[in-house]
């Protein structure tokens, strides 16, 4: 196979890496940039790396006016900004010890021994100012043929670093064309016992990318199979079919890929009471975000039969109610059950049609405030709050139509 080259000149960055290169002419791209150029995909971040020390790196940037960010310098990590845009720079390293979490870096000249501690072959490439790819460790030829491997002996490499285990899922699902190695699958369930030592914060960063990633149904098979599904989430332990059912079927309907949804659907799937799943997404340390967006979607609240919702007045009202998110994914996870129980009366046209119904309708504004009882009259009071509340639901009833003169009279009428 050809040496591989990337014409970096034609990508809008150059001028900007040029700006780098100008100050590090030995700097190269490394990582996940060359392998997403090199596969013809959007690249997020350009990551450098370098063979100065961290602190020249500094100087020579700075001294050239370059603004530069310490991000991790210890690691030898910094960030240069240019023309508004981050780029990671880091020292070379060689790691000098690793723990099963942690290693022990030592700067280094050889672009092979930094190759080397990187975790695929596809992940370890590195391009040079000129376009010229280094490919230690046969990465070019692994793209080509969808083969994720590891750099070494897999065994090896997740002892090292058991979130390797994750990656590797993460990776394989969208680079991985052919079936993964049985020996890495094997390695695999030999170190299941290292994730308990992992911190909950990196598994869940892994977790939830692998969630929202392609070929979610397939990876989480591999993971049950190599027992990665229980060392990370026990609380799914003996229902995992269940959750990958359900999983499945929320992707078959074609939901969008929301962490939310295909979270909600697996734990939904196992059919585990919410007090369960919220301590199951604190021990995950999710975000707060995230916790509240997936309890949104299972706590018990209007989850609508398409047959029961066939005018916009009963979409108002809905909308009134709920977020509209939280709604249509709600309706996602009700679609999946009915497909996934097999009901016999299931028809995903009315399904579509239930959501289309939702995505298009304005959410309706409920036109009356309490200042508006006070300007009419009304003492001021709890009692206000109350009338509020009574008006609202009488307004949401009638399919959010009345509007503030309407809901007024109402408000008089009741007071
Ligand atoms: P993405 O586009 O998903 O961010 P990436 O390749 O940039 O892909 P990162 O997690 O950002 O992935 O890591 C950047 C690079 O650092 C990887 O390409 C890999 O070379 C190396 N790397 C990251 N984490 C590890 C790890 N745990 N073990 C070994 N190498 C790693
Ligand atoms: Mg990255």
Request: hydrophobic share 40%.
């Amino acid at each position: 196979m050809n040496a591989p080259f990337i014409s970096l000149r034609d990508l809008s960055v150059f001028p900007s890496l040029q700006q780098i290169w100008d100050v590090l002419p030995e700097a190269r791209v490394v990582g996940g940039a060359v392998r997403d150029l090199l596969s013809n995909r959007p690249v997020s971040d350009f990551d450098l790396g370098t063979p100065e020390p961290p602190q020249t790196v500094m100087e020579r940037l700075e001294a050239a006016g370059i603004r530069v960010i310490p991000t991790g310098l210890a690691h030898g990590t910094l960030t240069a900004l240019v023309n508004g845009r981050g780029f990671e720079i880091t020292t070379l390293r060689r790691d000098e010890e690793t723990d099963g979490r942690h290693a022990q870096v030592a700067w280094t000249q050889s672009w092979r021994e930094d190759a080397a501690r990187r975790d695929f072959t596809i992940n370890a490439m590195s391009c040079d100012s000129s376009g010229n790819v280094h490919d230690y460790f046969g990465g070019y030829a692994d793209l080509n043929a969808g083969r994720v491997r590891f750099v070494g002996d897999a065994e090896t490499r997740i002892r090292e670093d058991a979130l390797r285990i994750f990656r590797f899922f993460r990776f394989q699902a969208r680079f991985g064309s052919v079936a993964p190695d049985t020996e890495t699958l094997r390695a695999i369930s030999r170190c299941v016992d290292m994730i308990a030592r992992l911190s909950v914060e990196r598994i869940w960063s892994e977790l939830r990318r692998i969630l929202v990633g392609p070929r979610v149904v397939e990876m989480f098979r591999l993971m049950q199979n190599t027992g990665v599904l229980t060392a990370c989430l026990p609380e799914l332990s003996g229902h995992e079919d269940g959750a990958l059912r359900r999983l499945e079927a929320v992707i078959a309907i074609e939901a969008p890929a929301r962490l939310d949804i295909r979270m909600a659907a697996l734990l939904a799937g196992a059919g585990i009471s919410l007090p369960v799943i919220e301590a199951c997404l604190k021990r995950l340390r999710t975000s707060r975000q995230e916790a509240v967006a997936i309890i949104a979607l299972l706590r018990d609240g209007p989850v609508p039969d398409p047959l029961t919702v066939a005018t916009p007045k009963d979409g108002a009202r809905l909308l009134a109610g709920t977020e509209r998110d939280i709604l249509l994914g709600r309706i996602w996870l009700a679609e999946a059950q009915q497909k996934d129980d097999g009901a016999g009366d299931y028809d995903p046209e009315k399904w579509r049609r239930l959501r289309q119904m939702l995505s298009d309708l304005p959410v309706p504004v409920f036109p009356l405030a309490g200042r508006d009882l006070l300007a009419a009259g009304l003492p001021p009071g709890p009692r206000i709050g109350e009338i509020l509340t009574v008006v609202r639901s009488w307004w949401e009833e009638g399919g959010c139509t009345a509007d503030k003169e309407k809901c007024l009279i109402h408000a008089k009428d009741i007071s």
